[in-house]
């Protein structure tokens, strides 16, 4: 869990960053997924973008992201997300 200097600085990196991830109708799907996780391993921190065909609102995707991913959504701006996931083995941001 992340305190709250922690949660700011991870805005302000976050804030400059390009969705990676667009998830439309098929909600999360088990390819989304895998492309969140793999994204999560390689940047620490992704910005996903919720289109709008999506069949969930961001907000309703944000439980079962952090459940699928073991991440931490850090800011919900409209339609986009943002999600960390420390990589303890290969550690890409000091926060």
């Keep these: 869990m992340l305190?709250?200097?922690?949660?700011i600085?991870?805005?302000k990196l976050g804030h400059k960053?390009?969705?990676?991830?667009?998830?439309?109708?098929?909600?999360?799907?088990?390819?989304?997924?895998?492309?969140i996780l793999r994204e999560l391993a390689n940047h620490e921190l992704i910005k996903i973008k919720?289109?709008?065909n999506?069949?969930?609102?961001?907000?309703?995707?944000i439980k079962e992201l952090e459940?699928?991913?073991?991440?931490?959504v850090i800011q919900t701006i409209g339609k986009m997300l943002l999600l960390y996931k420390e990589n303890k083995e290969d550690?890409?941001?000091i926060i």
């Design 17 to 35: 960053l390009d969705p990676v991830i667009h998830i439309g109708k098929e909600k999360l799907s088990p390819s989304a997924v895998s492309n």
């Design 54 to 61: 999506a069949m969930a609102s961001p907000k309703e995707l």
């Design 9 to 11: 600085e991870l805005k």
């Design 50 to 52: 919720v289109n709008d």
């Design 67 to 72: 459940v699928l991913t073991q991440g931490e």
């Design 3 to 7: 305190d709250k200097k922690q949660k």
């Design 91 to 93: 550690p890409k941001l």
